[in-house]
């Protein structure tokens, strides 16, 4: 079993930043490819970025490109969420996910392993 423990959300005005982290604990072996998925309120859970394990490639949409940056410290099992230049739109349960698999993918059914989520909130 492997858990995944999501912290660093809350209330930002626009404009603002936040950085969100996931731990990462118990089969961490299993923690490839992660990514950082959101759900906003009578939507569908989408895409937001992802890293894979070994050479660290990066993958955003395109609405969080230049402005969010996600890392990962594979030593600690920690994968991280750099927020910046925070708009009303962010605002959404950000969820940190991993696969098995060392690819990434952008659909969320790809993924088996989830955390709780964190709640994100940008006022405009």
């Known amino acids: 079993q492997v858990d995944l423990v999501e912290s660093g959300g809350g209330l930002v005005q626009a404009g603002g930043s936040l950085r969100l982290s996931c731990a990462g604990s118990g089969h961490t072996w299993r923690l490839n490819a992660m990514a950082w998925f959101r759900q906003a309120p009578g939507k569908e859970r989408e895409f937001v970025a992802a890293?894979?394990?070994?050479?660290?490639?990066?993958y955003y949409r395109d609405s969080v490109k230049g402005r969010f940056t996600i890392s990962r410290d594979n030593a600690k099992n920690t994968l991280s969420l750099q927020m910046n230049s925070l708009k009303p739109e962010d605002t959404a349960v950000y969820f940190c996910a991993a696969r098995s698999g060392g690819d990434v993918r952008r659909n969320s059914a790809e993924y088996d392993i989830w955390g709780q989520g964190t709640q994100v909130t940008v006022s405009s």
């Open positions: 890293i894979t394990r070994v050479d660290r490639s990066t």
